[in-house]
């Protein structure tokens, strides 16, 4: 287990918010990088230090499960690598968005836990961002107003931003599948990490 060195004094900010066909993922500093994680699994941290130590880590071992043991990972066992990782740490500057057969995913980041949230804000300036967000976002917010949104509370237009379109055919494969096929749990992704 890492001890967690603060990523508090990281300047600038990151949003996340879910739309009705799409997550959306943005920063306002080029202090924070959009990484990936898995095919259709991203998270929006701080670029250098001990986040991205553990951002490498966590991706090497979602690549080692798919690639070597042919498993597909979900947002949730990616989120619980994470929530693994950051035990030690206040509160991480850290979301987790994308999508898996169960659908659109956003996670913040907490002290070795994690929340399923609509919308979040991380960085010096959360508190004022959350206030725009919970003011301005709705059931039925488009992906044309959901990026018009994350700029507006970011208040900054040209912010980086990482979208993951709801693939409706990923949500059909999940509802198809056939969860009575005999597995292995000795190969599971929560009991190899």
Not at 42 to 48: F, L, Q
């Amino acid at each position: 287990m890492m001890e967690y060195e603060s990523s508090m004094s990281i300047e600038g900010n990151i949003v996340g918010l879910k739309s009705t066909n799409a997550v959306i993922l943005a920063t306002d500093s080029n202090e924070y990088e959009m990484y990936l994680i898995d095919d259709r699994i991203y998270c929006c941290a701080p670029r250098s230090g001990i986040d991205r130590k553990i951002i490498l880590e966590v991706s090497s071992k979602v690549e080692q499960l798919v690639r070597d043991r042919g498993q597909t990972v979900t947002v949730s066992q990616v989120r619980d690598m994470f929530c693994d990782k950051y035990q030690n740490a206040e509160s991480p500057n850290v979301l987790i968005a994308g999508q898996d057969s169960k659908g659109l995913h956003l996670f913040s980041m907490e002290s070795g836990k994690s929340r399923m949230v609509i919308y979040a804000a991380k960085g010096t300036d959360a508190e004022n961002i959350v206030g725009i967000l919970s003011h301005d976002w709705s059931d039925f917010i488009n992906l044309s107003e959901a990026e018009h949104l994350a700029r507006k509370a970011l208040m900054c237009e040209d912010a980086e931003m990482c979208t993951i379109y709801r693939a409706k055919e990923i949500e059909e494969q999940g509802a198809n599948m056939d969860f009575n096929m005999d597995v292995d749990p000795s190969v599971s992704p929560a009991s190899s990490f």
